[in-house]
């Protein structure tokens, strides 16, 4: 079993995790209040985030991380003012490598493909109303999804040393 | 320190390592392989994986991770061969951990940033020429690059656990 970790390590995490919260809810916010005005043939279309595919995954990603920090946050308070676990010490470390693995991998993922559209469709609607705005508000969100995902990786990372050895 | 790995995880390792590779290779033939001829106002233009923003990206990512998945399947070869390592057994540890952690984020973000692009584009095109077999050549490329992505992120549990530990 691994020792229990230190007062200041374990503030360092709170505050990685605090951190990725608050880049998720500044990234979700841009991203659900991004709307763009599309003209096509003289016609006028209201753009949302839910028109590109991209965009809906990467709210699903930034929910999804959002719930799992917001889980962990609560949980590292708990034990802060009490004292005491809702799970054993392994199970703990376990929960917490497994966790950070998985949610980094889901925040990468949702960044990258939000990235990836716009960065090839940006150059397609460029000039037709405020399709740029729009796009470019999407790479802004992108990139806090991206600094969220930089704290997992780092917290996956710290997780992954406190883990307890099997093999 | 970690006692030294079994025979049969060192074989696991080394299947899996394989696989990425191959994976990767197929991914990257379909890729570089793939064109299409896009027809715009009767003017007739050919696309390659170049003209896509994120499947230069993604060929990116695919030789990254092939040129890792190769060096870590010689230095395994070396080592059962040999019976010895090119570093410490702390240092390759680490450098297992390190690399298996990266290299998986960069397969991931590759394969993300490719389905994103696909997913998006692929309708504005529908219809003009042959490019719907082009974005599909891609999803099966992007798709392959996942697949050894989910080897990868395998082996990076696999190495945690195997790490020594700080904390």
């Given amino acids: 079993m691994a020792p229990p970790p230190s007062a200041a390590s374990r503030i360092g995490v709170l505050l990685l995790r605090s951190l990725t919260f608050a880049c998720l809810v500044i990234s979700l916010i841009l991203l659900t209040t991004d709307t763009a005005t599309l003209e096509v043939d003289l016609l006028e279309f209201k753009v949302r ?15 999804m991380g959002m719930a799992y920090s917001l889980c962990q946050i609560v949980l590292t308070l708990y034990y802060i003012t009490t004292g005491n676990r809702l799970m054993s010490d392994d199970n703990n470390l376990q929960f917490d490598f497994y966790g950070d693995k998985v949610v980094s991998y889901v925040l990468l993922s949702g960044a990258a493909a939000a990235f990836g559209a716009t ?4 150059p397609l609607f460029s000039g037709s109303g405020d399709v740029d705005k729009f796009f470019n508000k999407g790479y802004a969100s992108a990139s806090l999804l991206l600094l969220g995902f930089v704290c997992t990786a780092m917290l996956s990372v710290y997780s992954s040393y406190a883990l307890p050895k099997k093999v």
Same sequence: chains 1, 2.
């Fill in 49 to 63: 985030f839910k028109d590109v595919y991209a965009y809906r995954y990467m709210v699903a990603t930034t929910v």
């Fill in 119 to 122: 960065k090839d469709m940006k």
